[in-house]
């Protein structure tokens, strides 16, 4: 085995990292929530990953969040997490954490301190063709969030509402 | 040297990367020197706009051309004036399904089968919503093959075209193509093969094949990206109106209306990809000159190595026809629990290049009961080791991610 293959194996070591697949195989969050108010489904086309997501808010906070991820590991820790931690979040608790997640992927940023778990994403920014599996969820629940705040508005564009 | 790494000399990529095992040739297949060097030679000695120069460069350019395309004709035993240049087979097939499909009416049937790549999928979907045709699926059975007892049932007498793979880009299923086209002959329908999935292994014969269409793309056969060819019967092409509208597909043009250009610039509107359209033919005729026998035999046996050597892995599906002689040398697994981009991320740290995902077949996916599958795919330049470090990589990546 080359030189250049143990480095590569050894990136790719720290990709799958025993925190991402923990968070992958524990799944929280994990099942339909009935008596959401709001549900989004939303497919990373080009590789498949695909997530459907119910929140349940009271007064602007997510008091419980399902989820049923079917898509790549690092998706799936993703959206584990969130079941783990958008309970207590209100819409710009989770636009704040979306947006340290986007820093660390795209400019090797550190987490902040009250979001260390989304240090395990780090080795993905290499990888800009995963970027999109990681943000898949997040990006999922902005939008359940945003349908709640809206009331019963309709998701518009390439995304469909259940 | 072996034969596998006399071809690979000729491939400046995988010369440049000698630690690569590269499977996604049906992908895209890597580039032939040949082809390369066409390009080179003609961008650098005689690049120019085709038709109507009177310049000697322009008409080296014109010559250039129109000789690429006397060699896709040639690759295809056709008439060159059959032989028109498109982007790639996607803009082949909806070529044929705006072009074709115009003359079609409310009512008529259009045939495909469900293990289509999308872009033999979607552009007939619009059809069906453009012109009121209906759409009908030929089935796959559960090895991915055609299910050649729903033919006479699925090709009724109002089908006017039936267009099918010709071999599977998930499973490599070949097509019974001899089958297809006898069912469409009773009923007075026409046949367009999609060739992107055989072209890679050798030149073509649309006679002996019998169709009346074929569609397929340069970068799978060793020559350049953005250059596509679409064979079409003579009569078929005359009888078909223009899809895009422009320069060099006019006969007259006044203020009032124009007239078509015969084909096959009738079918070539704008400015045609020209070095790409010489860098095919030069990978064509280097095609042509290869004695395809030993090379078949060696493509299938690796291709039967590698089945074989999956299989000794446990939780690997494999899907696809047996024998291995029944498909082109594609092999699609699924490992239970393992999501092929992850498969794919740690073996592309071991420098193997496969390609995971729906593969642009999600309805034949669908059939099979899988999401997402990995897939190797093998052309003339792979080799033993090759087929020996995919199955080693493959558990090594189950140890990474389980």
């Known amino acids: ?162 | 040297m072996s034969a596998a790494a006399a071809l690979r000399a000729k491939f400046p990529l995988l010369v440049a990367n000698p630690g690569l095992h590269y499977f996604d040739s049906a992908a895209t297949a890597q580039m032939h020197r040949s082809a390369l060097d066409a390009v080179v030679a003609h961008e650098t000695g005689a690049r120019a706009n085709v038709l109507r120069g009177s310049y000697r460069l322009a008409e080296a350019a014109d010559r250039a051309y129109e000789a690429a395309r006397q060699s896709a004709a040639r690759f295809l035993n056709a008439a060159a004036d059959e032989i028109v240049f498109t982007g790639g087979t996607t803009a082949a097939l909806n070529l044929v399904a705006q072009s074709f499909g115009c003359l079609l009416e409310p009512g008529d049937r259009v045939v495909i089968s469900q293990a289509e790549h999308h872009s033999n999928f979607v552009p007939w979907q619009m059809l069906r919503e453009r012109r009121g045709v209906e759409l009908a699926l030929i089935p796959v059975l559960p090895d991915g093959t055609l299910d050649l007892a729903s033919l006479a049932r699925v090709i009724d007498d109002r089908t006017r075209l039936v267009a099918v793979t010709q071999c599977s880009n998930v499973t490599g299923a070949r097509t019974d193509v001899a089958a297809i086209v006898a069912a469409a002959r009773r009923v007075g329908a026409r046949v367009l093969l999609d060739g992107a999935q055989a072209v890679q292994h050798g030149p073509q014969d649309v006679q002996a094949l019998d169709v009346d269409f074929y569609a397929f793309s340069g970068h799978k056969c060793f020559g350049p990206g953005g250059v596509g060819v679409l064979w079409g019967r003579a009569e078929l092409l005359a009888a078909m109106p223009p899809f895009l509208g422009g320069g060099g597909m006019i006969g007259a043009v006044t203020e009032e209306g124009y007239t078509w250009a015969e084909p096959p610039r009738r079918f070539e509107a704008g400015t045609p990809p020209i070095a790409q359209a010489v860098g095919l033919g030069a990978a064509l005729d280097w095609m042509m000159g290869l004695d395809w026998a030993p090379i078949h035999a060696r493509e299938s046996a690796l291709c039967a190595a590698l089945i074989d050597g999956l299989r000794r892995i446990p939780h690997v599906r494999l899907l696809g026809p047996e024998p291995s002689s029944a498909r082109a040398p594609i092999v699609s697994f699924d490992i239970a629990g393992l999501h092929p981009h992850d498969i794919c991320q740690v073996l592309d740290a071991q420098g193997l290049a496969l390609r995971g995902g729906h593969h642009c077949a999600q309805p034949l996916l669908a059939a099979l009961g899988v999401e997402a599958c990995t897939r190797a795919s093998l052309a003339l330049y792979n080799d033993e080791a090759d087929v020996a470090a995919l199955p080693a990589g493959i558990v090594r990546a189950i140890g990474v991610l389980k």
């Open chain 1, 1 to 162: 085995m080359s030189g250049a293959t143990n480095a590569a194996m050894g990136g790719v070591e720290a990709l799958y990292q025993e925190a991402i697949k923990d968070y992958s195989r524990a799944d929280h969050g994990h099942g339909r929530l009935d008596g959401a108010v709001a549900s989004v489904r939303l497919d990373n086309p080009l590789c498949g990953d695909r997530i459907s997501l119910q929140v349940r808010l009271d007064a602007g906070r997510i008091v419980a969040l399902g989820h049923e991820t079917k898509g790549c590991l690092l998706c799936r820790a993703a959206a584990s997490l969130l079941g783990k931690r958008a309970p207590g979040l209100d819409g710009q608790g989770v636009a704040v954490a979306t947006a340290a997640l986007e820093a660390i992927l795209e400019q090797g940023r550190p987490p902040p301190g009250d979001w260390p778990e989304l240090g395990m994403f780090a080795p993905a920014g290499a990888h800009a063709s995963r970027h999109k599996c990681v943000l898949l969820p997040f990006r999922a629940l902005a939008q359940a969030i945003g349908q709640a705040e809206a009331g019963s508005a309709a998701i518009h564009g390439a995304n469909h509402r259940e």
